[in-house]
């Protein structure tokens, strides 16, 4: 006996394909939610991380800032203190510097000179006097020019001869009258001096005996 199948088979089959296919493709939609969902958790976490490492920079470099800052004021302070310093021992040097000027013109004048007139202005001291020889002016220039602590840059203006009357007017004698400028230095050992509390105008006289 021949059995003949009537149902129409090839709709079901249809029918369950599609049914395969659809559920495939839902698998499929949730496993590429799911990994897009953990891709994009991971993306959120790195941000976060990378997020708290620029806080930490920038709080970091603002901390850093600030103590430079500090350090700028401090350096600051210490500039103009050390100025006020200096501009201190300046005044105290230029106050003592008539002291030192004549303690320097005794100590570096030779025997055979002697001054007429002395004048200051600023760093320039104008020098005249009478000498009994050439050589003795040479030699004043010379002292001053490379012995002295306080003179500096001598420079002859003048010298002439001239006739001096003595008290019996029979007799005169022949002098050097001599004009003369040079330069006041300041060196190290004064600001040092000065610094520390001791005048170098105190050591003055024992250094021109040794001079002498």
Do not use: C
């Amino acid at each position: 006996m021949i059995l003949i199948n009537l149902l129409p088979h090839r709709e079901e089959k249809r029918r369950l394909r599609k049914q395969a296919f659809f559920a495939g493709m839902g698998l499929s939609l949730l496993v590429g939610a799911l990994l897009v969902a953990i891709g994009y958790a991971i993306q959120q976490q790195m941000i976060a991380a990378q997020q708290a490492r620029n806080n930490y920079l920038s709080s970091a470099i603002t901390k850093l800032d600030e103590e430079i800052k500090d350090v700028s004021a401090l350096k600051a302070e210490i500039e103009s203190l050390k100025a006020r310093q200096r501009a201190v021992e300046d005044l105290q040097t230029d106050r003592n510097m008539p002291v030192y000027l004549l303690n320097e013109l005794v100590a570096q004048t030779p025997e055979g000179i002697f001054l007429t007139s002395i004048r200051q202005n600023g760093r320039t001291v104008q020098v005249t006097g009478m000498a009994q020889t050439n050589e003795r002016v040479s030699e004043f220039l010379r002292n001053t020019g490379s012995r002295s602590t306080w003179l500096e840059r001598p420079e002859l203006q003048e010298i002439k001869v001239s006739n001096v009357s003595a008290k019996d007017a029979r007799n005169t004698k022949r002098l050097f009258e001599f004009s003369m400028r040079v330069t006041l230095k300041q060196p190290p050992e004064a600001v040092a001096g000065s610094a520390s509390g001791v005048s170098p105008g105190k050591k003055r006289p024992a250094q021109a005996k040794q001079q002498s």
